[in-house]
């Protein structure tokens, strides 16, 4: 089954507006007519309003780096989906690495921020991935079992339909370490065979598995020409609109 790839950026804590709207009025010409890749910009959330602006009627996209699993209420400093799809906003990362180890995200939050991504009908882009001493253990197979287990309960394959999933070894996130193709690969056949138990065959053949951990432009090839890889998740290298630029056309 062709799966049409995915090139993400989460842009973390950088760029202000201003400095959105300058990268966007760069990054756009130079990606114009670029249809073979679905291209999604995650800036911060300031920053989302001048990122749609700019991106309108553009073949880019615009996500959110995270979610809240409620539709309003007291919760001091979070965003809710409707807020994000009063924006057009599309897309959403949830459960990055930096989310679980520096603000307790769990497998179960992640587990409720899909539920309701999905029922918004945003497009949500799950992290997984094994820390250092996980993989040194021997232990990269169970944590992705794990984190994929419980992300997709009590989901069903109708409502799980725009989920992608990016594998990010943590090891490998702004450290300028990068998994070998086949070793980001081996992850992917893990987590599409979850994928597989928990919404069946046909969903798991479609589901895009986007690889995330120090993509740069001299290595987006290598790793974009493994067969289980279906686009990248991209930090430091989307914050330059060349860079990306590169990255995206691989």
């Not at 842009?11 to 009025?25: L, N, V």
Request: aromatic share 8%.
């Amino acid at each position: 089954m062709t799966r049409k790839k995915l090139i993400a950026a989460n842009w973390k804590m950088y760029k202000t507006p201003e400095q959105t709207t300058a990268f966007f009025a760069e990054f756009l010409p130079m990606v114009a007519g670029h249809s073979r890749d679905e291209i999604v910009i995650c800036p911060p959330f300031l920053d989302l309003h001048a990122a749609v602006e700019a991106a309108r009627g553009s073949n880019v996209a615009v996500g959110a780096q995270n979610i809240h699993w409620a539709k309003e209420g007291a919760f001091t400093g979070e965003i809710s989906p409707a807020m994000l799809t009063a924006i057009q906003v599309t897309h959403v990362i949830i459960g990055h690495s930096e989310r679980r180890q520096y603000f307790n995200e769990t497998d179960d939050t992640v587990n409720r921020k899909l539920e309701i991504a999905l029922e918004n009908g945003l497009t949500p882009i799950v992290c997984v991935g094994e820390v250092l001493e996980e993989r040194e253990a021997g232990l990269t197979e169970d944590v992705l079992r794990r984190q994929c287990t419980r992300a997709f309960n009590g989901i069903s394959a109708r409502k799980a339909a725009k989920l992608a999933i990016a594998y990010e070894p943590v090891w490998a996130i702004g450290t300028g370490k990068t998994a070998t193709p086949q070793m980001a690969a081996d992850a992917h056949m893990v987590i599409r065979h979850e994928a597989e138990k928990a919404f069946g065959k046909e969903f798991a053949q479609g589901l895009r598995i986007l690889y995330g951990g120090s993509v740069k432009p001299d290595n987006a090839t290598a790793l974009m020409s493994e067969g289980e890889i279906d686009g990248a998740l991209v930090g430091g290298g989307s914050l330059d609109p060349a860079s990306f630029t590169r990255i995206v056309k691989y």
